[in-house]
Structure formats: structure tokens, C-alpha cells
Nanobody, 122 residues
Framework: EVQLVQSGGGSVQAGGFMRLSCITS????????MAWYRQAPGGYCDMIST???????WYADSVKGRFTISRDNDKNTVDLQMNSLKPEDTAMYYC????????????????WGQGTQVNVSS
């Protein structure tokens, strides 16, 4: 069974930083492309960053230059370092295995973490 367990998150003031982690099991992590999504209240499930099995990264314009995705193939983890946080970064954040399908917060479809709430106050 594929499992993704997230840690991190919480509340921070604007300009602060936070790190999210996602520990995976039950998959060949080194062969998996990984992504982070987020969903703000009333908003869409938006992909914000990806990291390929080759280490190649991609960032949405909204987080580029502030967020850094990384992976550790020995520990089967993918992390998201978030700096210079803004109130508009407030959302539920999800890690997922790319191309597995599904949607933010919908269980039973695709391979997703359980979600982690990030609140950024002004």
C-alpha cells in the first residue's frame, strides 16, 4: 500500500518561513515524480511545485523564488521549504505522486498525503 504522511505546517506571520515534509512508503520512490499542491478556502487544487525522479524542479509563478522543493531518495521523502510567506499562501498543502490521479483532499483516488494546513497572518 502506498502511503504519504505529511508533517510540518501551522501558523506563521507574513515574511516568516516554514518547512513541510512528506514521507512515503510502498512505492519505488526513486522512480517517482513528486509534487506539492495547495488548496485555499473556496479555491482550486493548484499544483505549486514538482520534482522529477531526475531532480528537475518546476515552480508556479506564485511561489517561484520563495519556495524550494527537494527530495531525499534514501529517506523516501519530499520536502517543501517555504520562505517569505504571504497571507495568500494560506491553504491546505498536499504532497502527491505525480500521474497517480486524484484531487486535493479526496481520499481513494491517486496517491496523496493527508494534507497540512498552513496559515499566514499579516
Amino acid at each position: 500500500e502506498v502511503q504519504l504522511v505529511q508533517s510540518g505546517g501551522g501558523s506563521v506571520q507574513a515574511g516568516g518561513f516554514m518547512r513541510l515534509s512528506c514521507i512515503t512508503s510502498g512505492l519505488t520512490f526513486g522512480d517517482s515524480d513528486m509534487a506539492w499542491y495547495r488548496q485555499a478556502p473556496g479555491g482550486y487544487c493548484d499544483m505549486i511545485s514538482t520534482i522529477g525522479k531526475d531532480g528537475k524542479t518546476w515552480y508556479a509563478d506564485s511561489v517561484k523564488g520563495r519556495f524550494t522543493i527537494s527530495r531525499d531518495n534514501d529517506k523516501n521523502t519530499v520536502d517543501l521549504q517555504m520562505n517569505s510567506l504571504k497571507p495568500e499562501d494560506t491553504a491546505m498543502y498536499y504532497c502527491m505522486v505525480m500521474y497517480s490521479g486524484g484531487y486535493c483532499g479526496v481520499r481513494g483516488l491517486g496517491h496523496w498525503g493527508q494534507g497540512t494546513q498552513v496559515n499566514v497572518s499579516s
